[in-house]
């Protein structure tokens, strides 16, 4: 079991940056044995892959369209996991979600993984 809690969302205009940060509780099973990631949830749509890190923090992977711009890391120490992002526009205006999958592969599909927080809002004015 895992509860995950997302910080560090809030109102940024259009180039800034900003760090989200998602901290874990894990029972029963260590949280560096998790694959963690972020999926955002923008009005209307659908949640979406953003960026996701494997359990020994190496092989990061990510969304086409934050590629360059964001990077997400690990402190398996500290029970975090980061999303760094930068350059942002307001596309990127969305909840942004903490994601942990037990399997060996972190899946692009939301609901394939195993426990998510509750949301951090992100909006990015023009």
């Known amino acids: 079991q895992v509860q995950l809690v997302e910080s560090g969302g809030g109102l940024v205009q259009a180039g800034d940056s900003l760090r989200l940060s998602c901290a874990a509780s894990a029972s029963g099973r260590t949280f560096s044995t998790y694959n963690m990631g972020w999926f955002r949830q923008a009005p209307g749509e659908e949640r979406v892959f953003v960026a996701a890190?494997?359990?020994?923090?190496?092989?990061?992977y990510y969304a086409d369209s934050v590629k360059g711009r964001f990077t997400i890391s690990r402190d398996n120490a500290k029970n975090t996991v980061y999303l760094q992002m930068k350059s942002l526009k307001p596309e990127d205006t969305a909840v942004y979600y903490c994601?942990?999958?037990?399997?060996?592969?972190?899946?692009?599909?939301?609901?394939?993984?195993?426990?998510w927080g509750q949301g951090t809002q992100v909006t990015v004015s023009s």
């Open positions: 994601v942990a999958g037990r399997s060996i592969l972190f899946s692009t599909r939301f609901d394939q993984n195993d426990y």
């Open positions: 890190i494997s359990r020994s923090a190496g092989s990061p």
